[in-house]
């Protein structure tokens, strides 16, 4: 473990050791009912599938028997999304002739072969450089 130098500005250490300990407590209620939440969740969704009328957009809606904070009703809302799939596409436009038209064969940049040539000579680190630019972001933690 690398050895930490102090920070060279003076920190209070009473107010920060209180936000410290203010920031965990709220981390951990956050995360416990976040779980909590979840759980519930699941719990309403499977009772609303279960008990719930379709709608036709395939929504499933439950009626509560009272308003419970403004909601009368609890939804199972339908979701439709599609995802390309490459191998069965590129069959059928195989088999149907159309592989020409419609897939384009886009340049990539075949990282091994750059350091290759960065080794041999044909790019300096700077090309490198200006190819794979740097940017450095901060996750906050905490380490026990």
């Not at 592989?99 to 300096?124: F, H, N, S, W």
Request: proline share 5%.
């Amino acid at each position: 473990m690398p050895k930490i130098e102090p920070a060279t500005r003076k920190i209070s250490v009473n107010p920060m050791l209180k936000k410290v300990r203010e920031y965990l407590a709220f981390k951990k209620k956050i995360d416990d009912m976040s779980s909590q939440q979840k759980a519930i969740r699941d719990d309403l969704m499977e009772i609303v599938q279960e008990h719930g009328v379709e709608d036709d957009k395939g929504h499933i809606w439950l009626p509560l028997p009272e308003e419970v904070e403004g909601v009368t009703q609890l939804q199972a809302q339908r979701k439709v999304s599609s995802k390309l799939d490459m191998d069965a596409a590129v069959a059928i436009l195989a088999t149907k002739g159309l592989a020409d038209r419609c897939i384009k064969t886009l340049p990539t940049v075949d990282e091994d072969e750059v350091m290759a040539c960065l080794y041999d000579g044909l790019l300096t680190e700077g090309d490198v450089d200006k190819m794979f630019p740097k940017t450095v972001t901060y996750a906050f933690y905490t380490k026990k």
